[in-house]
């Protein structure tokens, strides 16, 4: 008797130990707040889902199922398989418990005697979970306490709920919700009697082989059917075991999904920085964005359709962003074509790219700001040879052919290269070097690597930064960083500063906003001219890597980029074939509801008519208007209304801010800075007369010309109509006195300037 005696002393010791923590199981609301899908739902502002992105790499668990989202099928399969008293007991299974103890005590293979209840109990708290060696005596005693304490707390329902969201099933598979979508690609409620059979064999044998689970669950199948009366010798068995060893192949359950993959990532790392920061635990089960929902998937789609298109141009990759003006939150951001990209994985917002002319805004923003041009100044476009320290630089326009005098206001709308290249020699290479690191865009180079290539856009710029540059210029030269991704960090304010007179920001997008300034280089009827009031630029990258259109409304700043992320070139796309139709989809979407209104002018903007030729009292013999009168709009202090060449008005080309013609100690000592003494030019007859004009600069802007002993020209700049011969040019001064004078020779053909 005394044999006895201590082991059942020990064994009620055990329990008296335990039973207290047995006692302390939670409720089932806690197990259902606390569970944590593996999976964030990233979700836009409107609380819609735009992606679910895996953040626990160590398990695989979907989302909570409730019970009635469970089918059928797999509620019986698994009360069957592993507890088929389930609604009888209370927790414990005693007849189950005594015949597999009688089972052991005659060494006979009986049904386990552990209920759903126990189960669940071991996997809600790792004290009574089983070990690789099974579990011991204190282990099974706190077990059983367990289980009977939920099923007197819990309902069945809530048992059974809980069991299959919280039981292991294959590899890093936790949960119906995760198995049902890995294995069978579908939701737990449409699980059918078959992939139910699986699932349930899973349970008993996760690390079973195929084979294996496949036999056991064409056993459960059978149960299944004999428990509706139907009979289990109707399976094939062989057919079971084929179709389980397909689905435990499959991996349909997507690690992120949906369609905004990359700013999902970018949300989710802000998110983790903050928690880092508060030093509170990481992992949320959804992320409210500042993403817009209908926003972004009509920008997918607008993408993808668009490249589609475009694929006969070897184009495959493009992105797209939209930024609210006023607070500088993200409302759609596509940064790859997807299934139509080999480099669907490299966000294109992000990616440095060069931007081509749509850096021309702030070149002309910034000469306009420091009164060195106005928007009718006229500036020359044609052949042009610059010396640098590595040779000659020689810009070319777009479609290879050059326009002569031009207005600034033409010049960025046709989107000329050789006149910006002029104006940034006048503006200097490092000032605007440091006026687009203040817009944010900052480069690793300095001004001077760059050289007078950056007009024409040679550095890397991400497009998330060159949007919000453009943003900056909706804002009226303020700068602003882009908002947090999430909603409640985005609600702060936006932080600003003014990096660019308001002013000449103003009259920027003015310019970008006029159709008929764009006409010479897109024609009369530009997909850029939208229905309502809109400001755009259009750009492409040496050898057509890169695409862009960028522009902004009264509330929205939209970039689109295309090309292709392996940097190869596109074939034959041009400013308005490319990223421009994605770009004026986007606003016509934006506006759809609401057209955009032409901002007003700033304090100290004035408008006036200006008039591009001689005045009419100088017209006989003095050459024809280069565009027509309009209206213009100056800053305070730069307002002129004629602009005329070869001297047929004074002001031609004179820079405010450059000597005037009041100040006599400057005139005084004017010098010819171009062309040289000794210059001899060859005049070719395969050019047109027009592109051929020799430039005479003096560094005097009431400088006055004279060419063998003829008044020609007054101003700091002339152009000549060649003529062959020896020529000697002088500059004087208002009573004739020459300053400076300069011999030349010009042989070839003679050119007659004709009349109109």
Same mark, same amino acid.
């Given at each position: ?29 806690? /197990? ?48 069957? &398989? ?31 005697? &552990? ?33 009977? /304490? ?176 006023? =607070? ?53 476009? &044609? ?26 206001? =033409?010049?960025?709308?046709? &989107? ?82 003014? /990096? ?168 005084? =000592? ?8 000794? =210059? ?70 003679? /050119? ?5």
């Amino acid at each position: 008797m005394q044999r006895w005696t201590n082991p059942l002393r020990a064994l009620a010791m055990v329990w008296l130990a335990h039973a207290p923590l047995a006692y302390a199981v939670p409720s089932f609301a806690e /197990v259902q707040q606390d569970f944590r899908s593996s999976e964030t739902r990233v979700l836009s502002r409107e609380g819609e889902l735009l992606q679910r992105v895996r953040t626990d790499a160590t398990v695989r668990r979907g989302d909570w199922v409730p019970l009635a989202d469970v089918s059928a099928a797999l509620r019986t399969a698994m009360v069957l &398989s592993e507890d088929r008293r389930f609604y009888e007991h209370s927790g414990v299974d005693w007849a189950a418990v005594t015949a597999a103890a009688w089972g052991n005590l005659w060494n006979q293979r009986t049904r386990g005697a &552990s209920t759903i209840s126990m189960q669940l109990a071991g996997l809600l708290d790792g004290d009574w979970r089983r070990g690789s060696g099974g579990r011991s005596v204190v282990q099974k005693a706190g077990q059983t306490v367990a289980a009977q /304490v939920l099923d007197r707390r819990w309902s069945k329902t809530q048992i059974l709920e809980a069991y299959l969201n919280l039981v292991p099933f294959r590899g890093e598979m936790v949960g119906i919700d995760a198995l049902s979508r890995t294995l069978f690609d579908k939701a737990p409620h449409g699980l059918d009697d078959r992939e139910a059979a699986v699932a349930a064999a899973l349970v008993r044998a996760p690390n079973a082989r195929p084979a294996q689970v496949g036999q056991r669950a064409c056993g459960v199948l059978k149960d299944m059917r004999a428990s509706t009366g139907v009979g289990g010798s109707s399976v094939d068995c062989d057919a079971v075991v084929f179709f389980t060893e397909v689905a435990l192949k499959k991996r349909a359950f997507e690690a992120s999904d949906g369609i905004a993959p990359h700013f999902s990532r970018i949300a989710l790392r802000e998110q983790r920085n903050i928690k880092m920061a508060a030093s509170r635990p990481q992992g949320v089960a959804s992320l409210r964005t500042t993403l817009s929902a209908p926003l972004q998937r009509f920008a997918v789609d607008t993408l993808n359709q668009h490249l589609q298109e475009l694929r006969t141009s070897n184009v495959q990759d493009g992105a797209i962003l939209v930024l609210d003006n006023a =607070t500088g939150q993200v409302l759609a951001w596509v940064g790859s074509s997807g299934v139509l990209s080999q480099a669907d994985e490299v966000d294109a917002v992000l990616a440095p790219r060069q931007p081509g002319s749509t850096l021309k805004p702030f070149l002309y923003g910034q000469a306009i700001a420091e009164h060195k041009l106005t928007a009718a100044s006229l500036i020359e476009d &044609s052949p042009a040879r610059i010396p640098t320290a590595s040779g000659l630089y020689i810009p070319q326009n777009y479609d290879r052919s050059f326009k002569g005098w031009v207005s600034v206001r =033409t010049a960025l709308g046709a &989107s000329l290269n050789v006149p910006a290249v002029r104006t940034l020699v006048m503006v200097g290479v490092d000032d605007f070097f440091d006026q687009l690191n203040h817009l944010g865009m900052p480069m690793r180079e300095s001004g001077s690597y760059f050289g007078y290539s950056l007009a024409l856009g040679s550095p890397e710029i991400p497009l998330l930064q060159l949007t919000n540059a453009y943003r900056a210029l909706a804002n009226g030269g303020r700068y602003s960083a882009v908002a947090p991704s999430t909603t409640a960090a985005a609600a702060a304010k936006p932080q600003y500063q003014q /990096v660019m007179d308001a002013g000449a920001a103003f009259i920027v997008g003015d310019m970008l906003a006029d159709n008929n300034a764009r006409v010479r280089t897109f024609g009369t009827s530009s997909v850029l001219g939208t229905r309502s009031w809109t400001a755009v630029k259009t750009g492409t990258s040496k050898d057509m890597r890169d695409n862009w259109a960028i522009g902004w409304s009264d509330r929205y700043t939209v970039g689109v980029w295309v090309g292709n992320a392996s940097g190869a070139a596109m074939h034959s796309v041009s400013g308005t074939s490319g990223a421009a139709p994605m770009w004026a989809a986007m606003m016509g979407f934006l506006h759809r509801d609401r057209p955009s209104r032409a901002p007003q002018a700033p304090v100290g903007v004035a408008v006036q008519w200006v008039d591009f030729g001689p005045a009419p009292e100088e017209q006989a013999g003095a050459g024809f208007a280069l565009e027509a009168r309009r209206q213009e709009w100056f800053l305070a202090g730069t307002a002129q209304k004629r602009f005329a060449l070869d001297g047929q008005a004074s002001g031609i080309d004179e820079l405010p801010g450059s000597r005037q013609p009041g100040d006599a100690q400057a005139l005084a =000592t004017a010098r010819i800075v171009a062309p040289a003494n000794g =210059t001899i030019v060859a005049v070719d007859p395969d050019i047109p007369p027009d592109r051929q004009r020799l430039q005479f600069v003096a560094d005097s802007a009431s400088a006055r010309w004279r060419m063998d002993g003829k008044d020609v020209a007054r101003g700091a700049r002339w152009a000549w109509l060649p003529w062959p011969g020896r020529h000697q040019v002088e500059l004087v001064n208002a009573k004739g006195e020459v300053l400076d004078s300069i011999r030349l020779e010009v042989r070839g053909a003679g /050119v007659k300037q004709s009349k109109r």
